[in-house]
Protein backbone atom coordinates (compact mmCIF):
# COMPACT_ATOMS: atom_id res chain seq x y z
CA UNK A 1 0.00 0.00 0.00
CA UNK A 2 1.73 3.76 -1.04
CA UNK A 3 2.88 5.33 2.00
CA UNK A 4 -0.49 8.52 1.16
CA UNK A 5 -2.82 5.89 1.33
CA UNK A 6 -1.58 4.10 4.19
CA UNK A 7 -1.05 7.58 6.30
CA UNK A 8 -4.98 8.67 4.81
CA UNK A 9 -6.01 5.01 6.45
CA UNK A 10 -4.50 6.07 10.01
CA UNK A 11 -5.99 9.13 9.33
CA UNK A 12 -9.52 8.25 8.87
CA UNK A 13 -9.53 5.21 11.19
CA UNK A 14 -8.16 8.13 13.86
CA UNK A 15 -11.17 10.18 13.17
CA UNK A 16 -13.88 7.32 13.85
CA UNK A 17 -12.24 6.32 16.75
CA UNK A 18 -11.62 9.69 18.52
CA UNK A 19 -15.58 10.04 17.85
CA UNK A 20 -15.63 7.18 20.34
CA UNK A 21 -13.52 7.38 23.59
CA UNK A 22 -12.82 4.48 25.48
CA UNK A 23 -15.10 5.66 28.22
CA UNK A 24 -18.03 6.04 26.10
CA UNK A 25 -20.46 3.24 25.85
CA UNK A 26 -19.48 0.53 23.26
CA UNK A 27 -20.67 1.35 19.87
CA UNK A 28 -22.31 -1.63 18.51
CA UNK A 29 -22.08 -2.19 14.66
CA UNK A 30 -23.99 -0.67 12.15
CA UNK A 31 -26.91 -2.83 10.42
CA UNK A 32 -26.21 -3.48 6.73
CA UNK A 33 -28.46 -1.69 4.42
CA UNK A 34 -27.65 -3.37 0.70
CA UNK A 35 -26.31 -1.36 -2.47
CA UNK A 36 -27.29 -3.26 -5.70
CA UNK A 37 -24.46 -4.72 -7.60
CA UNK A 38 -23.93 -6.80 -10.18
CA UNK A 39 -21.29 -9.56 -10.94
CA UNK A 40 -18.99 -8.72 -14.19
CA UNK A 41 -19.55 -12.08 -15.98
CA UNK A 42 -15.39 -11.28 -17.31
CA UNK A 43 -14.18 -11.51 -13.69
CA UNK A 44 -12.55 -14.69 -13.75
CA UNK A 45 -13.67 -15.79 -10.77
CA UNK A 46 -16.91 -16.27 -12.36
CA UNK A 47 -17.47 -19.68 -13.29
CA UNK A 48 -19.56 -20.95 -16.54
CA UNK A 49 -22.90 -21.36 -14.42
CA UNK A 50 -22.63 -17.25 -13.32
CA UNK A 51 -21.56 -18.46 -9.65
CA UNK A 52 -19.13 -16.60 -8.16
CA UNK A 53 -15.70 -18.59 -6.64
CA UNK A 54 -14.72 -18.56 -3.03
CA UNK A 55 -11.73 -20.45 -1.87
CA UNK A 56 -10.33 -20.74 1.48
CA UNK A 57 -9.75 -21.79 4.62
CA UNK A 58 -12.08 -25.17 5.49
CA UNK A 59 -12.77 -23.64 9.01
CA UNK A 60 -14.15 -20.84 7.55
CA UNK A 61 -17.13 -22.72 5.53
CA UNK A 62 -20.20 -22.30 8.23
CA UNK A 63 -18.71 -18.53 8.43
CA UNK A 64 -18.77 -17.76 4.23
CA UNK A 65 -21.60 -19.73 4.04
CA UNK A 66 -23.68 -17.39 6.65
CA UNK A 67 -22.71 -14.86 4.83
CA UNK A 68 -23.29 -16.30 0.95
CA UNK A 69 -26.45 -16.09 2.63
CA UNK A 70 -27.42 -13.12 3.67
CA UNK A 71 -25.69 -11.51 0.49
CA UNK A 72 -28.41 -13.69 -1.53
CA UNK A 73 -31.19 -13.01 0.47
CA UNK A 74 -30.74 -8.98 -0.61
CA UNK A 75 -29.05 -10.12 -3.66
CA UNK A 76 -31.10 -12.26 -5.14
CA UNK A 77 -29.18 -12.67 -8.79
CA UNK A 78 -25.59 -13.70 -7.21
CA UNK A 79 -25.02 -17.23 -6.58
CA UNK A 80 -21.93 -18.27 -5.09
CA UNK A 81 -20.01 -21.81 -5.23
CA UNK A 82 -17.22 -22.54 -2.15
CA UNK A 83 -14.06 -24.49 -2.50
CA UNK A 84 -13.03 -24.79 1.02
CA UNK A 85 -9.41 -26.56 1.36
CA UNK A 86 -7.79 -24.16 3.40
CA UNK A 87 -6.12 -21.19 4.00
CA UNK A 88 -3.04 -22.66 1.83
CA UNK A 89 -5.31 -22.88 -0.74
CA UNK A 90 -6.78 -19.31 -0.83
CA UNK A 91 -4.08 -16.92 -1.80
CA UNK A 92 -2.86 -19.24 -4.84
CA UNK A 93 -6.44 -19.21 -5.79
CA UNK A 94 -6.41 -15.20 -5.37
CA UNK A 95 -3.39 -15.10 -7.34
CA UNK A 96 -4.52 -17.20 -10.23
CA UNK A 97 -8.06 -14.77 -10.49
CA UNK A 98 -9.61 -18.18 -9.42
CA UNK A 99 -11.88 -16.56 -6.27
CA UNK A 100 -13.69 -13.31 -5.86
CA UNK A 101 -11.93 -12.93 -2.54
CA UNK A 102 -9.24 -15.24 0.01
CA UNK A 103 -10.39 -16.42 2.94
CA UNK A 104 -7.70 -16.80 5.42
CA UNK A 105 -7.48 -17.29 9.36
CA UNK A 106 -3.71 -15.87 9.15
CA UNK A 107 -1.17 -13.52 7.71
CA UNK A 108 -0.43 -14.46 4.23
CA UNK A 109 2.80 -16.43 4.48
CA UNK A 110 5.98 -15.12 2.79
CA UNK A 111 5.69 -17.47 -0.08
CA UNK A 112 2.24 -16.62 -1.34
CA UNK A 113 3.18 -13.14 -0.75
CA UNK A 114 6.26 -13.16 -3.14
CA UNK A 115 4.35 -14.91 -5.56
CA UNK A 116 0.85 -12.37 -5.65
CA UNK A 117 3.61 -9.76 -6.19
CA UNK A 118 5.40 -11.85 -8.91
CA UNK A 119 1.94 -11.45 -10.86
CA UNK A 120 0.79 -8.22 -10.00
CA UNK A 121 3.44 -6.61 -8.93
CA UNK A 122 1.84 -5.24 -5.73
CA UNK A 123 0.13 -6.74 -2.66
CA UNK A 124 -2.59 -8.13 -1.80
CA UNK A 125 -4.82 -6.17 0.39
CA UNK A 126 -6.36 -7.94 4.05
CA UNK A 127 -9.44 -6.61 5.38
CA UNK A 128 -10.26 -7.93 8.79
CA UNK A 129 -13.41 -9.35 9.97
CA UNK A 130 -12.82 -10.89 13.10
CA UNK A 131 -10.43 -13.12 15.54
CA UNK A 132 -9.17 -16.45 14.90
CA UNK A 133 -9.88 -18.11 18.15
CA UNK A 134 -9.80 -18.16 21.49
CA UNK A 135 -8.49 -20.41 25.22
CA UNK A 136 -7.32 -22.21 26.51
CA UNK A 137 -10.51 -24.70 25.92
CA UNK A 138 -9.29 -27.74 25.75
CA UNK A 139 -10.54 -29.73 23.31
CA UNK A 140 -10.62 -27.07 20.57
CA UNK A 141 -6.65 -25.47 19.80
CA UNK A 142 -5.62 -22.18 21.25
CA UNK A 143 -4.40 -19.18 19.62
CA UNK A 144 -0.73 -18.02 18.84
CA UNK A 145 0.92 -18.19 21.84
CA UNK A 146 3.98 -18.32 23.87
CA UNK A 147 4.56 -21.01 26.30
CA UNK A 148 6.89 -21.71 29.52
CA UNK A 149 7.12 -24.15 32.15
CA UNK A 150 4.36 -24.50 34.49
CA UNK A 151 6.89 -23.55 37.79
CA UNK A 152 8.74 -20.86 35.65
CA UNK A 153 7.56 -17.72 37.79
CA UNK A 154 7.57 -14.59 34.72
CA UNK A 155 4.49 -12.95 35.09
CA UNK A 156 4.51 -11.97 31.02
CA UNK A 157 6.47 -10.51 28.56
CA UNK A 158 5.80 -7.83 25.37
CA UNK A 159 5.93 -8.53 21.93
CA UNK A 160 8.92 -6.59 21.81
CA UNK A 161 10.55 -8.56 24.58
CA UNK A 162 9.52 -11.79 22.82
CA UNK A 163 11.52 -10.75 19.59
CA UNK A 164 14.44 -9.85 21.78
CA UNK A 165 14.55 -13.85 22.69
CA UNK A 166 13.80 -15.60 19.85
CA UNK A 167 15.58 -13.72 16.72
CA UNK A 168 19.04 -11.97 16.58
CA UNK A 169 19.85 -8.34 16.07
CA UNK A 170 16.98 -6.10 17.77
CA UNK A 171 17.35 -2.97 17.96
CA UNK A 172 16.83 -2.73 21.75
CA UNK A 173 19.41 -5.60 22.29
CA UNK A 174 18.91 -9.82 22.30
CA UNK A 175 17.82 -11.02 25.43
CA UNK A 176 19.92 -14.30 26.22
CA UNK A 177 19.23 -14.96 30.39
CA UNK A 178 16.16 -15.06 32.95
CA UNK A 179 17.65 -12.26 34.86
CA UNK A 180 17.71 -10.10 32.14
CA UNK A 181 13.81 -10.44 32.14
CA UNK A 182 14.29 -9.81 36.43
CA UNK A 183 14.13 -13.47 37.63
CA UNK A 184 16.06 -14.15 40.44
CA UNK A 185 16.97 -17.38 42.33
CA UNK A 186 17.37 -20.60 40.28
CA UNK A 187 16.52 -18.88 37.19
CA UNK A 188 19.40 -15.35 37.86
CA UNK A 189 21.95 -17.08 35.87
CA UNK A 190 20.53 -19.14 33.77
CA UNK A 191 20.53 -18.96 29.81
CA UNK A 192 16.87 -18.59 27.89
CA UNK A 193 16.12 -21.87 25.82
CA UNK A 194 14.20 -21.15 22.84
CA UNK A 195 12.01 -23.86 21.32
CA UNK A 196 9.46 -23.65 17.98
CA UNK A 197 8.87 -24.84 14.59
CA UNK A 198 10.97 -24.81 11.88
CA UNK A 199 12.03 -21.71 9.76
CA UNK A 200 10.28 -23.87 6.51
CA UNK A 201 7.59 -20.69 5.56
CA UNK A 202 5.02 -21.64 7.60
CA UNK A 203 3.54 -20.17 11.35
CA UNK A 204 7.50 -19.63 12.72
CA UNK A 205 8.55 -17.78 9.02
CA UNK A 206 5.33 -15.62 9.59
CA UNK A 207 5.65 -15.05 12.54
CA UNK A 208 9.55 -14.07 12.24
CA UNK A 209 8.61 -11.68 9.40
CA UNK A 210 5.04 -10.22 10.63
CA UNK A 211 6.44 -9.44 14.32
CA UNK A 212 9.96 -9.68 14.43
CA UNK A 213 10.85 -7.40 11.42
CA UNK A 214 12.04 -10.57 9.53
CA UNK A 215 15.09 -10.72 11.74
CA UNK A 216 16.96 -14.19 11.49
CA UNK A 217 16.09 -16.66 14.80
CA UNK A 218 18.43 -16.47 17.56
CA UNK A 219 21.14 -19.04 17.63
CA UNK A 220 20.15 -20.27 21.20
CA UNK A 221 16.10 -20.94 18.95
CA UNK A 222 15.87 -24.89 18.42
CA UNK A 223 13.37 -25.66 15.95
CA UNK A 224 11.26 -28.98 16.60
CA UNK A 225 9.52 -31.11 14.04
CA UNK A 226 6.47 -30.71 15.34
CA UNK A 227 4.14 -28.61 18.12
CA UNK A 228 3.86 -32.30 20.34
CA UNK A 229 7.63 -31.76 20.40
CA UNK A 230 8.47 -28.24 20.96
CA UNK A 231 5.25 -28.69 23.75
CA UNK A 232 7.57 -31.70 25.54
CA UNK A 233 10.69 -29.75 25.33
CA UNK A 234 9.44 -26.96 27.71
CA UNK A 235 7.68 -29.06 29.84
CA UNK A 236 11.06 -31.13 30.51
CA UNK A 237 12.81 -27.88 30.78
CA UNK A 238 12.15 -24.92 33.42
CA UNK A 239 14.48 -22.13 31.72
CA UNK A 240 12.47 -23.23 28.31
CA UNK A 241 9.65 -20.34 26.16
CA UNK A 242 8.10 -21.70 23.10
CA UNK A 243 6.37 -19.93 20.50
CA UNK A 244 3.63 -21.99 18.74
CA UNK A 245 -0.02 -21.72 16.47
CA UNK A 246 -3.03 -22.96 17.27
CA UNK A 247 -2.61 -25.91 19.56
CA UNK A 248 -4.41 -28.08 22.42
CA UNK A 249 -1.33 -27.76 24.64
CA UNK A 250 -3.15 -29.62 27.40
CA UNK A 251 -3.55 -32.66 25.40
CA UNK A 252 0.04 -33.09 24.99
CA UNK A 253 1.06 -31.86 28.51
CA UNK A 254 0.08 -30.10 31.55
CA UNK A 255 3.59 -28.56 32.80
CA UNK A 256 3.22 -25.69 30.58
CA UNK A 257 0.83 -22.61 30.50
CA UNK A 258 0.16 -19.90 28.47
CA UNK A 259 2.19 -16.89 29.20
CA UNK A 260 0.64 -13.18 29.29
CA UNK A 261 1.33 -10.93 26.32
CA UNK A 262 1.31 -7.08 26.31
CA UNK A 263 1.56 -5.33 22.88
CA UNK A 264 4.42 -2.85 24.37
CA UNK A 265 6.19 -2.84 26.96
CA UNK A 266 4.92 -1.48 30.01
CA UNK A 267 1.75 -2.16 29.21
CA UNK A 268 -0.69 -4.60 30.69
CA UNK A 269 -0.25 -8.51 30.41
CA UNK A 270 -3.60 -10.08 27.95
CA UNK A 271 -4.33 -13.80 27.48
CA UNK A 272 -6.39 -15.72 24.68
CA UNK A 273 -9.32 -15.86 26.92
CA UNK A 274 -12.37 -14.52 24.54
CA UNK A 275 -12.91 -11.51 26.78
CA UNK A 276 -9.85 -10.18 26.01
CA UNK A 277 -9.82 -11.24 22.35
CA UNK A 278 -13.17 -9.64 21.93
CA UNK A 279 -11.81 -6.27 23.16
CA UNK A 280 -8.89 -6.12 21.26
CA UNK A 281 -5.91 -6.56 23.77
CA UNK A 282 -4.26 -10.29 23.12
CA UNK A 283 -1.11 -9.16 20.65
CA UNK A 284 -0.97 -12.38 19.18
CA UNK A 285 -4.44 -12.57 18.06
CA UNK A 286 -4.24 -13.72 14.48
CA UNK A 287 -7.23 -11.83 12.43
CA UNK A 288 -10.16 -13.50 10.00
CA UNK A 289 -9.00 -12.14 6.82
CA UNK A 290 -10.63 -11.81 3.85
CA UNK A 291 -7.95 -11.41 1.32
CA UNK A 292 -8.65 -8.89 -1.61
CA UNK A 293 -6.96 -7.96 -4.89
CA UNK A 294 -6.95 -4.12 -5.46
CA UNK A 295 -4.46 -2.37 -7.49
CA UNK A 296 -2.81 0.55 -6.06
CA UNK A 297 -5.65 4.00 -7.13
CA UNK A 298 -8.28 1.60 -8.51
CA UNK A 299 -11.21 1.32 -6.50
CA UNK A 300 -11.93 -2.03 -5.26
CA UNK A 301 -13.80 -4.88 -7.12
CA UNK A 302 -17.91 -3.84 -6.51
CA UNK A 303 -19.08 -7.27 -5.63
CA UNK A 304 -16.36 -7.92 -3.29
CA UNK A 305 -16.83 -4.17 -1.63
CA UNK A 306 -20.24 -4.82 -0.94
CA UNK A 307 -19.85 -8.53 0.30
CA UNK A 308 -17.09 -6.90 2.76
CA UNK A 309 -19.82 -3.93 3.98
CA UNK A 310 -21.72 -6.99 4.56
CA UNK A 311 -19.26 -8.63 7.31
CA UNK A 312 -18.29 -5.75 8.87
CA UNK A 313 -21.87 -4.80 9.21
CA UNK A 314 -24.23 -5.81 12.93
CA UNK A 315 -25.38 -8.91 10.82
CA UNK A 316 -22.27 -10.25 9.74
CA UNK A 317 -20.33 -9.50 13.28
CA UNK A 318 -23.15 -11.20 14.74
CA UNK A 319 -22.23 -14.38 12.56
CA UNK A 320 -18.70 -14.32 13.75
CA UNK A 321 -20.10 -14.12 16.98
CA UNK A 322 -22.16 -16.90 17.10
CA UNK A 323 -19.34 -19.07 16.79
CA UNK A 324 -17.84 -18.92 20.04
CA UNK A 325 -18.31 -22.20 21.12
CA UNK A 326 -18.07 -23.98 18.25
CA UNK A 327 -14.90 -25.90 17.04
CA UNK A 328 -12.80 -22.55 15.72
CA UNK A 329 -14.16 -20.44 18.57
CA UNK A 330 -13.72 -16.98 16.03
CA UNK A 331 -14.41 -13.77 17.86
CA UNK A 332 -16.24 -10.73 16.10
CA UNK A 333 -14.06 -7.40 15.98
CA UNK A 334 -13.28 -5.23 18.74
CA UNK A 335 -14.61 -1.69 17.97
CA UNK A 336 -11.71 0.31 17.68
CA UNK A 337 -10.42 -2.60 14.90
CA UNK A 338 -14.00 -2.51 13.22
CA UNK A 339 -13.63 1.21 12.74
CA UNK A 340 -9.99 0.85 11.00
CA UNK A 341 -11.43 -1.80 8.90
CA UNK A 342 -14.42 0.36 7.64
CA UNK A 343 -11.76 3.37 7.53
CA UNK A 344 -10.14 1.20 5.15
CA UNK A 345 -12.22 -0.38 3.19
CA UNK A 346 -13.90 3.23 2.40
CA UNK A 347 -11.06 4.37 1.26
CA UNK A 348 -11.08 1.44 -1.41
CA UNK A 349 -13.72 2.34 -3.06
CA UNK A 350 -13.08 5.34 -4.90
CA UNK A 351 -9.64 5.76 -7.28
CA UNK A 352 -6.85 7.37 -5.22
Known sequence: MPKQLTYRVLLAAGVLLCASPASAATPAPAPYVPQAVTVAASQPYVLRDGSVAIVGNDGLEDVIQSLNALFT??????????????????MPALTAGATAFAPLTRDMWPGDRSAFRQVFGYDATPIRIGYNGHGPRSPNKTPPAAYVNVNNPLPGLSIQQLGQIFTAGSPQGDLNTWSQLGLNGEYAQRRIHAYGLRDDGGFATGMRVARFGGRPFAIKYEALPNREAVLRAVAADPFGIALLGWVDAAKTTSQVRVLPLAANTGDAYHTPAYDEVRRGEYPLSAAVQLYVNRAPGKPLDPLVYEYLRLALSREGQDILARQRDTEEGYVPLSPEDLAQELAKLKLMQVPQ
Not at 73 to 90: C, I, Q, Y
Open 73 to 90: KTHPAVRFNLRMEGSSAG
